[in-house]
């Protein structure tokens, strides 16, 4: 998949409308807490500075439903993207309007100017032809280097770029170059590591990998529904039964295929309230026993099938990370991952936050900024803010 990039572009004086995802979490000031996505479109960012654009930087922040939400305000996020940039970054109180229309009109070479939450308009997300057709009268070219947003056809996404000459941005294009390697043409072996909780998450995302890969370690809750279609005790573990009879066909399909398909085999068990934990295997499930981190023999089960592998995609924590006593098998197989000296992908906001949390983020070739967006992608699916961006 080839994209035009900003690279293509002439940008020296002109006003480039770049849509970034600078969807970020905030403290109750209205601080950035986690500055991973800002850091991601700084190389774009950068390059428009040193290139002599006049930048207009729009974005969407949480679910304001298309009302003025002060609590999902983007202030905080131009502080900190100055203090990254080093550089002053101009605020706009609104993407449409007089008020607007004048900071960008006042813009001189290399300012940078961040427009309030796209989101505080319900045209946006409605994909609304007029909205952005009046964002788009602002600037001379468009830039997407928002991957992680461009599964949705919103109006700063998709209409915009029928009003404007657009192009790619260097995020957007190193996602849809990791990402089509793994589709396209990924150094075998090439295994997959799935968790999490839901086999739901990820029907399309195992139909059209799975002629693709040579094997797959699956833990996580989800592991339990592939257990229930072995006819196996799962406790109070999260099962999604419409879901076995997939599981069970899936296993039979990679078989056919000659796949090999690694199922965590013992677990870190408590009951509800948590309190008392220990490691039963498969086999020993009670039925009031609930799974939350994958164990010891399925750390190593996991190893042993991944240690011949060249490249892997992982998506989805391996137990349930956020609590401390439940995060060493994915710790383990991270830390192991990060060690590897073959390609490693990892995709998913839940697995990219237990990276990141565990230190290791900077162990990964690739690590996404998409969590849907990376999942659709590798699901087949041509996502409406790409598609306007492929060469002809």
């Not at 947003?149 to 996602?175: N, Q």
Request: proline content about 4%; some cysteine.
């Amino acid at each position: 998949m080839k994209l035009r990039t900003v690279r293509e572009a002439d940008v020296k004086n002109k006003k480039v409308i770049v849509r970034v995802d600078f969807n970020v979490p905030l403290d109750a000031d209205g601080n950035v807490v986690d500055d991973f996505r800002i850091r991601a479109a700084l190389p774009t960012i950068q390059y428009l500075i040193d290139n002599g654009a006049k930048i207009i930087l729009i974005s969407h922040l949480g679910r304001p439903k298309g009302k003025r939400d002060k609590k999902y305000s983007l202030v905080g996020v131009a502080k900190r993207l100055a203090e990254l940039l080093h550089k002053e970054v101009l605020f706009a109180p609104d993407v449409i309007g007089e008020e607007v229309e004048l900071a960008v009109n006042g813009l001189r070479a290399g300012d940078v100017l961040l427009c309030e939450n796209v989101r505080f308009h319900e045209e946006e997300e409605k994909n609304d032809p007029e909205f952005a057709k009046t964002i788009a009268s602002m600037g001379e070219l468009y830039v997407n280097d928002a991957f992680s947003a461009s599964h949705r056809a919103h109006a700063t996404v998709e209409a915009i770029t029928k009003y404007l000459p657009s192009y790619a941005g260097f995020l957007m294009e190193k996602e849809v170059n990791y990402l089509s390697m793994l589709t396209e043409n990924p150094e075998r072996p090439y295994f997959l590591v799935l968790g999490g909780a839901k086999v739901s998450d990820k029907v399309a995302l195992l139909q059209n990998l799975l002629p693709k890969v040579d094997g797959m370690v699956i833990g996580g809750a989800m592991v339990f529904t592939f257990w229930k279609a072995q006819g196996k005790e799962t406790g109070k573990s999260i099962v999604e039964a419409d879901l076995v009879d997939f599981a069970r066909q899936l296993m039979e399909d990679a078989s056919k295929q000659g796949k090999e398909i690694v199922l965590a085999q013992d677990f870190l068990v408590s009951d509800e309230a948590k309190e008392s934990v220990s490691v039963k295997n498969i086999n020993d499930f009670g039925p009031e026993d609930i799974g939350y981190d994958i164990g010891p023999e399925s750390i190593k089960s996991f190893k042993n099938a991944l240690v011949k592998a060249k490249t892997v995609f992982w998506n989805g924590p391996l137990g349930l990370f956020e609590e401390e006593k439940f995060a060493n098998g994915t710790r383990e197989v991270g830390t192991f991952l990060g060690d590897f000296s073959g390609t490693v992908v990892v995709g998913g906001g839940d697995t990219a936050n237990a990276v990141r949390e565990m230190g290791l983020f900077d162990k990964f070739d690739h690590v996404s900024t998409g969590g849907g967006a990376s999942l659709e992608f590798l699901e087949g699916k041509v996502l409406p803010g790409i598609a306007p961006l492929l060469e002809a």
